[in-house]
């Protein structure tokens, strides 16, 4: 099955710093790859996804890159805020299996 | 839409006391999911369904079971609870459809501890 590793498994950024998080896989067939952002007690909840037919995708201060060939995939926050600060997941799926494949998570802090 | 809704939110059971978790969910969902977190840990999958009256193991199984006998209901049963089940609990559902996107949907979680 699928094995998806993630790194770094924490990170301390300033405010107002980048934060970057890496993601690889090992199934050549995987085609979504979904970011979730969990605070303290709460739900996982989607932040951004991509689908393979594209390299990178865009929303605000949040954006996720994709390298097929090389199988890693990145989550990219610009102008952190504290807020950020929090657990990030990443995961991946193909259209014909049924399962997701999470990484091990990154505990994210942004320091004011 | 409610989305996901489990329940109990929070429950303590003695070891070898057995309890159902709920899960519905109202987007018409066939995918759905029981993952465990222990503190600090990712999320591991338990059981997982495509569709009512289909169900199938996830990573880790033992010690679980399930159910999925409609689209919106999806109950895990822990028999004989043992202190390694403490853990959060979340269900989740996706529509795994390309016209309707492959999202999960977390419900908000049930809080076990086991002693």
């Known amino acids: 099955g699928e094995n998806v590793e993630q790194h770094p498994s924490t990170l301390s950024v300033q405010e107002g710093d980048s934060a970057v998080i890496k993601c690889t896989y090992s199934?050549?067939?995987?085609?979504?790859f979904p970011w979730y952002k969990q605070e303290l007690g709460k739900r996982p909840q989607l932040i951004i996804d991509?689908?393979?037919?594209?390299g990178e995708k865009k929303d605000q201060r949040i954006a996720v890159t994709l390298n097929k060939t090389a199988k890693h995939f990145s989550l990219h926050i610009t102008e952190t805020q504290p807020e950020d600060s929090a657990v990030y997941f990443c995961a991946a799926t193909t259209n014909t299996g049924n399962q997701f494949y999470f990484g091990t998570g990154t505990s994210l802090t942004v320091i004011p | 839409n409610a989305g996901v809704t489990q329940t109990p939110k929070f429950r303590i059971l003695k070891i070898g006391q057995s309890m159902t978790l709920q899960c519905t969910q109202d987007?018409?969902?066939?995918?759905m999911y029981w993952y465990r977190q222990d503190p600090g840990m990712g999320l591991k999958l338990i059981y997982y369904?495509?569709?009512?009256?289909?169900?199938d193991k996830g990573e880790v199984p033992n010690g679980y079971n399930v159910s999925r006998s409609t689209t919106e209901d999806f109950p895990l049963r822990l028999e004989l609870a043992a202190p390694s089940q403490t853990s959060v609990y979340f269900c989740?559902?996706?529509?795994?459809?390309?016209?309707?996107?492959?999202?999960?949907?977390f419900g908000p979680g049930t809080r076990l501890t086991v002693t």
């Open positions: 989740a559902s996706s529509p795994r459809r390309r016209e309707l996107g492959y999202e999960q949907y």
């Open positions: 987007m018409n969902h066939n995918y």
């Open positions: 369904s495509v569709g009512a009256g289909i169900t």
């Open positions: 199934d050549s067939a995987s085609n979504y």
């Open positions: 991509i689908r393979s037919n594209v």
